[in-house]
Structures are given as C-alpha cells and as structure tokens.
C-alpha cells in the first residue's frame, strides 16, 4: 500500500477535469506533472452549461469572480417544437430563488483553468502524446509517441477525453460506443441580444431528427448547436451550408440574424460522443476521469461539471484516505452513485431528441412539456438538469444562498 502523503502524480489531458484535478493536487502539496499532446494546450469544442455542482468548484479554486464575469447566467431551459408547443420548461428558482447555471465559452474557462493551473507548483509537459501506461508495481511509467518514458508515478490520472485512446489499451472491458448523432457548433455575436426568453438555454425541435439550440455564453456571444448524423461529421464530409441555412431559418425565423451569422462565417466545429461506461474507476495506480471515464452525449449538460466534481472528489478522497487504495475507493465510493445516475439517463433520454425514431419524438412532444408542470416529476427533471441527482430516488440539495455545497 502506498501511504498518502505526497504524491508523485501524472495527469494525462490539460482539458476542464484534467487541468482542475492538477491545480487541486498541486494545491494539497503532492508533485503533479501535466501531459498535452498539442504543443500549446487548447480548448475544443464552443459553449457549455456550467451548473451548480461545477460552479462551486470553481468558487473552490477562486475562480468563482471571474468565471461569473465571463460568462452569462442562465436562468432555465426552454424547448418548443416546431408548432411551438412547449416540450421542456424548466426554472432552476424552482430548486431555490438564488440558483442558477452560467453559460460560457469553453475557451474562456480554459483560458481561466489554465492561468490558474500555471499558478500552482504542478508542471505543464506539451507536445506529449501519452499512448501507454506501463505498470512498475505499485506505481505507472508512461510512454510518449516518440517512445519517452516519464515516471514513475504513485498515481497517474487519465482525463484525455471520451475518445480516449488509454482507455481502450487499459480497459479492454470498457464500452464506449459513438453515438449515431453528434453537433456542429458555431459562436456568434448577440448585438441584438437574443431575447425571445432572455436568460435561457433554448432549443427548438422536429421531431427527432431536427434539433437547434441557442446558449448565450457571455461576453455578448451565443453558441448555436444543430443536431447531425454521426456520418455526416466526418473530417472529410462537407457540411452543406445553404442547405442548413435554409431548414435552421425554417424551424426557428426568430433566430434568422443569428443563424445568418453563422452561414456567413462558416466556422462551424464538429463534435462526436461516446457513451462511456467503465468496469471499474482504476486500474490500480491508473485513475480515470472526466468523460474519459463516463463521457455521454450533451443532452442533459454535464459534461464539465462531471468532470469538475471528480477532480474535487479526488482531491478530498487522497485528503481523507489511510492510503491510495483506500483513497480511490472513497472516491469511487463518492462518485459512483451520481455518474451512474446521468450516464443511464443521458442515454435513456438522447434518443428522445437524438434519432431514427420518430415515434420517440411524437411521445416527448406529448408528455415532457406536461411533466416540466407535474408536482413530482419537475422537481426531479430541474434537480436533473442543476446536476443534483445522486441517483434515481436520491439528491443533494442547496444551501441557503442557493449553491451546491462541495461537503454534501
């Protein structure tokens, strides 16, 4: 067993988990070095939905002043179909009059994540493209592309994303199959400011194969999204612009500066999941992470808080443990309950909006809207989308200023 004191730790990935887990780390006093394959560490991908759970763990790095100031807040989620009737209405004030999520641009939280990971005493290793972790005992050495070993480490942490490739070498057992439907993204300005339902995460939908969404993510921007087939993402495919113009006007002619923005830019980036689910959190010293270890697709809106949430549970797991083993148990422990309850309903719900099912759509149409107003239903789905559910029977609840409390 190795004692918990200071470790010598590896993290694979400079993305949102990766980057908080090494900050958190190095801030409790163990050696962390980080591992980027590009040769400046970047974000991918545009806006994401920060929910409580992961705004108090950027509150917890001291990050809480400037990632409000970036980014926008956001009061709910509203979904009309393409006749308008309202399929999801959803108010985080309904779980406390103080709460809310906060939109932002994932460049500006990595840029943020980043500044404060530079001001930590972990080491930021770039052009290292780690495609092994080779296991010395109780420890892991990992090997680069260009057959450099680093280590060893008392503890690597894998977070290289839901396409992880470590994942596949190290768990042979995992699934993480790719979704049929992933998004092009594209971030335009909102001089305008968009404001059918200021404040909201919005979305509009037909049927089950046509789906938009518009995030206002701060900074006078807002990312739209719009649903595709998997196939239809591929690096070599064109995207057919005036063709996408012309259904995205069609569902949603409110949004027509906007959507001519984007057509006019043509800077659309693709993005494809995975459903990831892992036999185990570890393989020994080696700890997954992030949507390394429980990527879905982007429905439900927890991505980054997921991962965020699992780089505090780390951190307090190796504070409170007798010894490592003992740490990534309590951690496991920790977290377990709550990634199993949004890996399951994340999958559960995507084909609800993300299909070749057109019956699935016709049933959300007919019954969601009317739950988002049932007594027992609406408070499930709201603690659903703030990232509160520990379960299907079980949640955490907030404190009396309406945040999440790291210790609950």
Not at 58 to 72: I, N
Not at 94 to 108: K, N
Not at 154 to 168: F, I, N, P, Q, Y
Not at 188 to 213: E, I, K, N, W, Y
Request: proline share 6%.
């Amino acid at each position: 067993m190795t004692p918990v004191g200071t470790l010598k730790v590896g993290v694979v990935g400079c993305g949102v988990a990766g980057q908080a887990a090494a900050t958190l780390l190095a801030d409790a006093g163990h050696r962390v070095t980080v591992f980027e394959r590009f040769a400046e560490a970047r974000p991918s991908g545009a806006g994401l939905l920060l929910q409580p759970t992961g705004l108090a763990v950027l509150r917890h790095l001291g990050l809480g002043p400037q990632v409000e100031r970036l980014g926008a807040r956001i009061d709910g989620l509203l979904g009309l179909n393409h006749l308008n009737y309202v399929v999801l209405d959803l108010a985080y004030a309904d779980l406390h009059p103080a709460a809310y999520g906060l939109g932002i641009h994932r460049g500006a939280l990595f840029g943020l994540l980043h500044d404060r990971l530079r001001q930590s005493t972990a080491t930021v290793i770039t052009d290292a493209e780690i495609v092994d972790i080779a296991r010395d005992g109780a420890r892991a050495t990992m090997v680069d592309k260009a057959g450099g070993r680093h280590g060893p480490f008392d503890l690597v942490v894998v977070a290289d994303g839901a396409h992880s490739r470590l994942r596949e070498r190290l768990m042979p057992r995992a699934r993480a199959p790719l979704y049929p439907w992933g998004c092009i993204w594209a971030t335009v300005s909102d001089h305008r400011s968009f404001a059918t339902a200021p404040g909201m995460l919005q979305q509009r939908v037909h049927g089950t194969t046509v789906m938009m969404g518009l995030l206002p993510v701060g900074q006078g921007l807002v990312t739209l999204f719009w649903s595709l087939p998997a196939a239809a993402l591929d690096p070599g495919q064109p995207i057919d612009i005036e063709a996408w113009r012309s259904e995205a006007m069609t569902l949603w002619p409110e949004a027509a500066v906007l959507v001519e923005q984007a057509a006019e830019a043509r800077d659309f980036a693709r993005a494809t999941y995975r459903h990831v689910s892992l036999p185990r959190w570890n393989e020994g010293p080696v700890l997954f992470i992030g949507d390394a270890a429980h990527g879905t697709s982007p429905q439900l809106g927890q991505g980054a808080n997921l991962g965020l949430l699992d780089a505090h549970a780390l951190s307090w797991a190796l504070a409170t443990g007798d010894d490592l083993a003992a740490a990534l148990r309590l951690f496991a422990r920790w977290r377990g309950p709550s990634v199993r309850f949004y890996r399951q309903a994340s999958h559960l719900l995507t084909p609800f909006y993300q299909s070749n099912q057109p019956l699935l759509g016709l049933a959300r149409d007919a019954l969601m809207g009317a739950a988002c107003f049932a007594p027992v239903l609406c408070p499930m789905m709201t603690t659903t989308l703030a990232g509160l559910r520990r379960g299907w029977l079980s949640t955490a609840g907030l404190d009396a200023e309406g945040q999440y409390p790291l210790d609950s």
